[in-house]
């Protein structure tokens, strides 16, 4: 007997006969011959990579950090203050000098009040 579908289109009418199957969730799983079975996970050991632990610096620091001197580890550990202000800080005092009010922070760029309100607390010029 002889078919009125191409061989293209047979294979086209079988797949879409198999994601409607799928699509409406009427699909039949065959079991495996034999179970398999799963290996306890075991931990991975791979050389040369490091593994970065995150943390958490808008927590406020144990005592006050000394705006003229301190590193840019220090000052990303003030809240609001990342990795590009820091450097932004230290630039700063590098050209102008040391600060000698905290309103002078402000000249540096991407520093306003919300964030001057934010170290206050934290930070010393003396």
Known sequence: MKSWL??????GLIILIAVALVA???VIFLPSLRP???D???PIE??????LIPTF???EPSENIHLNTAPLEDLIKLP???AVLGERIIAYREQHGPFK????LKQVSGIGDSIITRIQDLVTLD
């Not at 191409?6 to 294979?11: F, K, L, T, V």
């Not at 791979?46 to 593994?51: A, E, K, M, Q, T």
Request: hydrophobic residues 35%.
């Open 36 to 38: 398999h079975r799963l």
């Open 40 to 42: 306890p996970l075991q």
């Open 6 to 11: 191409s061989p293209a289109q047979e294979r």
């Open 57 to 59: 610096y808008d927590q």
């Open 46 to 51: 791979l050389d040369f990579v490091n593994v």
């Open 80 to 82: 609001g203050i990342g």
């Open 24 to 26: 409406t969730g009427i």
């Open 101 to 104: 009010a905290l309103s002078d």
